[in-house]
């Protein structure tokens, strides 16, 4: 019987090293706490070679940790492969199907290898191949094969899905509809777990996420956990003014950074309402129009931005933010 209360994806202390266990070898993973809970989609971000692709490996069964646990659904996904395969799907950056396959031939090879597989016409129509089912797989364009890719990763109806960079090469039509599909199926109840390159991605889909660099977790949490300590930002321009004393002089904004270059304006501030409400009555109050202004709360990219460089810095990050285990 599965056990629905326990999360659908968890690992402690994981490490993978290629090479000798001693001397010149390589740790892409060192330590790395994960959990995902059932029903969520949750997203792996991070610098390149961060170790996002070795991680998902270890957690798909694909490798064996050289230290550490996984649990998928329950169970080992190495050790107890036959457990695990079944109940997930795998989407890798390359699926390398063979060029002169057709794609319904590609899905139908891959629906003989996997259990109760749904009618490949029904997961080619999922993610709009259908009418491309006769084309040899060397024919499509790098979107297409990508699509392909996904279709065959849904051909189990997986409770666990894996998505490794699902959206590389895909136009915005064709991202916009995998991500609507991606919705559905967690709507559905499947657990989705993913790494992308598009912050946009991530923050569009994802119930979590964790931010990997030099393979460890060095921030994990919701988008708005995440980016919750970077500052929001307002921009303007102030008008020429002439007066006895010359430029006009802001007001004092507690606890925000303001530069100048010119007579354009930016202020970082981490109480954006706050300091927007006193920069907007100071201008009422002297008639001053702020010319283009523009008010903003943080964005993923900026926190992920900042995450890297003070990893690079300064070594990782461990903090503990409300529903993430590290």
């Given amino acids: 019987m599965t056990d629905t209360s326990r999360p659908a994806v968890e690992a402690v202390g994981l490490h993978r090293r290629y090479g000798p266990a001693e001397g010149a070898g390589f740790d892409a993973v060192r330590g790395l706490d994960l959990t995902v809970h059932r029903g969520e989609l949750f997203a792996l971000l991070g610098t390149n070679g961060a170790g996002k692709t070795s991680t ?9 940790p050289t230290a550490g ?32 396959l057709t794609v ?17 016409d029904e997961a080619l129509d999922l993610v709009g191949l259908l009418d491309r089912r006769s084309v040899r797989v060397k024919q499509l364009s790098g979107g297409e094969r990508r699509r392909l890719d996904l ?15 699902p959206s590389t090469g895909l136009d915005p039509e064709a991202r916009a509809s995998v991500w609507q599909l991606v919705r559905e199926l967690r709507a559905g109840g499947t657990t989705v777990l993913l790494t992308t390159h598009y912050l946009e991605e991530a923050e569009e889909l994802a119930d979590r996420l964790a931010i990997m660099h030099r393979g460890r977790v060095v921030v994990a949490g919701t988008v708005a ?69 523009d ?4 964005s993923l990219e900026e926190a992920f931005l900042a995450i890297a460089a003070g990893a690079e810095a300064s070594g990782p990050r461990v903090p503990s933010p409300i529903g993430a285990s590290l």
């Fill in 56 to 64: 998902m490996e270890l957690l798909e069964g694909l490798a064996e």
């Fill in 69 to 100: 646990q996984i649990r998928v659904l329950g169970h080992d996904p190495y050790r107890e492969r036959a457990a695990v395969r079944p109940r997930i799907g795998i989407m890798l950056q390359e699926g390398g199907f063979p060029g002169e």
């Fill in 104 to 120: 319904a031939e590609a899905g139908r090879c891959w629906a003989g290898l996997t259990s109760d597989a749904r009618p490949v």
């Fill in 151 to 165: 279709a065959v990763a849904l051909l189990g109806r997986p409770e666990v899905l894996f998505l490794d960079e």
């Fill in 225 to 293: 956990e995440v980016i919750a300590d970077r500052p929001s930002r307002i921009g303007f321009e102030l008008p020429e003014r002439s007066g006895p004393h010359g430029d006009l002089v802001l007001p004092p904004l507690a606890g925000a950074e303001v530069t100048a270059e010119g007579r354009r304006i930016t202020v970082r501030t981490t109480t954006l309402q706050a300091t927007l409400t006193d920069l907007l009555g100071w201008a009422a109050h002297h008639g001053v129009a702020l010319g283009g202004l």
């Fill in 295 to 298: 008010a903003r709360s943080a």
